[in-house]
């Protein structure tokens, strides 16, 4: 798993690559720590290398939005294969995310 941060504009975007499977999520957080310390730039998680997702990647993505709502901000997810829309639709996080 890679995770790669910019800000474009205002905008902080999460290029996530690889499987962010219970393993990498760990990890993952770490990396992502600066989107967890944002408190105010709208957030785009791009996940169009992302080819797979976990619970624990779930919960990592529900953590950022929880972060977003607190402080006011935007988190968007752009780029879902559709195995990703078929797991996001399914546990219900789908409605949850602004879709790019």
Same mark, same amino acid.
């Given at each position: 798993? $890679?995770?790669? !941060?910019?800000?474009? &504009?205002?905008? %902080? =975007?999460? %290029?996530?690559?690889?499987?962010?499977?219970?393993?990498?999520?760990?990890?993952?957080? $770490?990396?992502? $720590?600066?989107?967890?310390?944002?408190?105010?730039?709208?957030?785009? /998680? &791009?996940?169009?290398?992302?080819?797979?997702?976990?619970?624990?990647? /779930?919960? %990592?993505?529900l953590s950022i939005l929880k972060n977003g709502k607190a402080h006011g901000f935007k988190v968007q997810l752009k780029? %879902?294969?559709? &195995? /990703? =829309? $078929? =797991?996001?639709?399914?546990?219900?996080?789908?409605? /949850?995310?602004? !879709?790019?």
């Amino acid at each position: 798993m $890679k995770t790669t !941060i910019q800000q474009i &504009d205002q905008q %902080l =975007v999460a %290029l996530l690559e690889g499987e962010l499977d219970t393993a990498a999520a760990v990890e993952a957080q $770490k990396q992502l $720590k600066p989107l967890f310390d944002n408190t105010t730039l709208d957030t785009v /998680l &791009d996940c169009t290398a992302l080819q797979y997702i976990s619970s624990s990647g /779930l919960r %990592l993505f529900l953590s950022i939005l929880k972060n977003g709502k607190a402080h006011g901000f935007k988190v968007q997810l752009k780029g %879902l294969n559709p &195995d /990703l =829309v $078929k =797991v996001f639709k399914m546990t219900g996080f789908y409605s /949850l995310f602004e !879709i790019l």
